[in-house]
């Protein structure tokens, strides 16, 4: 037997294999440095002038970009191209988007649009003037309207023939107090408000829980509510039909069931909230000491309120988006983008004024609309 001759092929086969390991090991370990790289210049893919006036304002909606301003509504994608508009008269145009639905609502006025990219928009004229709107997947819109000493919380549908108003809840603002924030789900079934209660000395705030099916029929649409006190809830977003993320002053708390709701996660901070954002999937804040940038953390979570990320950050910004799995921070002249695994994709100065950066369908695009054009911008030197 050849013994010689087997050890021969076992060291070769041993030799073999180690280097193969070494070499998957690294190709893992570029692939991840290659993937996590951060982008310090970019080139223009594309450019458009912008014909508009600064008063437009924009919104990213399903890939695309939606422009306002008081006389009208549009969606372009990232080359410029319109996809659909829609004319108005509004002195304050008030936007909100879910799905495939856009709701305009003039503020202080008694008009709001909706749109669905599909036909010309329906408007809808209301009795007394609008404080806000918010519209949901099914196209369903809530309006808070205001009136000497009360509020009305209307829930429209505008696409049916007649009664296209569903339900009316009105509230008394001696009693109830005065209304911070609101969302509808995502089906249209249930409302969530923010009240602020003022009693002589004593503040409350107030989240109360509005559920429109046969359990809310049962309790007059009221199906829960809880108190804050004197910390104030700044903004409330649905995550899903089922679960909403109520903003407070010192964090954020997820509830759950909308129509038996309860606390499903509350997370608290130590320092002042300076921003946040939700993109229906990933909670993100930043807290930060009054007027320390280098204090700054970003925390991220899921939408049941599990942790995902916490990381201090030193950006210089004015506002903070996330989209999937990147946060966008824009300021006057910067731009930072960061992923969500804390590795920084992008950091650039630029020479002229910014007013957003929006993703597009390829990782490595964006869509930066400066007050001079649009551009496509491909990161990269």
């Known amino acids: 037997m050849n013994f010689s ?50 008063n437009v304002s924009y ?10 301003s008081r006389s009208g509504i549009s969606e372009i994608d990232n080359s410029g191209k319109s996809l659909w508009n829609g004319g108005y008269e509004m002195k304050r145009p008030q936007v909100d988007i879910s799905g495939d639905y856009v709701v305009v609502a003039d503020v202080d006025g008694k008009d709001f649009y909706v749109f669905n990219g599909k036909d010309e928009g329906i408007s809808i004229e209301t009795n007394l003037p609008i404080v ?13 309207l205001k009136d000497k000493d009360s509020n009305v919380l209307n829930l429209y549908n505008p696409y049916v023939p007649a009664g296209k108003l569903l339900v009316e809840i009105p509230t008394n603002v001696a009693e109830e107090g005065y209304p911070i924030d609101f969302d509808v789900s995502p089906d249209g079934k249930s409302v969530v408000t923010s009240h602020l209660v003022v009693a002589g000395n004593t503040i409350d705030n107030k989240v109360s829980f509005y559920n429109f099916t046969e359990v809310g029929q049962d309790k007059n649409t009221l ?25 407070r002053e010192k964090g954020c708390t997820v509830f759950r069931e909308m129509r038996q709701p309860d606390v499903a996660a509350e997370m608290n901070f130590a320092d002042e909230i300076k921003s946040m954002a939700f993109d229906g999937d990933t909670i993100a804040v930043v807290t930060a000491k009054e007027g320390k940038l280098d204090s700054q953390k970003l925390f991220l979570y899921d939408s ?29 002249r910067v731009c930072n983008i960061m992923r969500a695994n804390g590795h920084e994709k992008f950091k650039y100065r630029f020479q002229q004024e910014i007013d957003a950066v929006f993703p597009t369908s390829d990782s490595n695009e964006y869509t930066l609309i400066d007050n001079l054009a649009i551009h496509k911008i491909s990161l990269g030197s």
């Open 5 to 54: 001759g087997n050890k021969r092929q076992k060291k070769i086969a041993g030799i073999f294999l180690v280097g193969l390991a070494l070499l998957v090991t690294g190709l893992g370990v570029f692939s991840y440095i290659y993937g996590n790289r951060c982008f310090e210049h970019y080139r223009v893919e594309s450019k458009v002038e912008r014909s508009d006036s600064n």
């Open 59 to 68: 919104q990213f909606h399903n890939g695309n970009i939606l422009k306002f």
């Open 132 to 144: 806000r709107a918010k519209v949901s997947e099914q196209g369903i819109v809530a309006v808070l």
């Open 223 to 247: 199906v829960g509510g809880k108190s804050f006190g004197e910390e104030m809830v700044a903004k409330i977003e649905f995550a899903d039909d089922d679960r909403v993320v109520v903003f």
């Open 304 to 332: 049941r309120g599990k942790e995902k990320l916490q990381q201090n950050i030193s950006y210089e910004y004015d506002d903070m988006q996330i989209y999937g799995n990147e946060i966008i921070f824009v300021g006057n």
